[in-house]
């Protein structure tokens, strides 16, 4: 069996999309180090937001098109929290 492996490590963000919606929430990032590898180093078309807040209230998920996207800011620039963690999942 082949095992893959997950980790959760949400990182907030605010971000803007083409046509001038902002929104906050939370991204995981994953295994990569910083949110901007989700935009660099991986060639999944989507970024999935959990948590948002936009201007026409809030949702748990949003689902966007990276070619949508104008800006990402990250919020939090810290380190792992301990709740984060690495699963083994196995295909």
Known sequence: MEKDIFKRDYRSV???TTD???FSGKVNIG???RVSDLFTKT???FIVLINVKGLEGSGDVLI??????VWVEPIDLGEPKPE????????
């Not at 966007?64 to 996207?69: E, F, G, R, S, W």
């Open 64 to 69: 966007i098109n990276k070619n949508n996207i």
């Open 84 to 91: 984060d963690r690495v699963l083994t999942l196995e295909t």
């Open 31 to 33: 295994l990569k180090q």
């Open 43 to 45: 060639e999944d078309p």
């Open 20 to 22: 001038g919606s902002t």
């Open 14 to 16: 605010n971000l803007r």
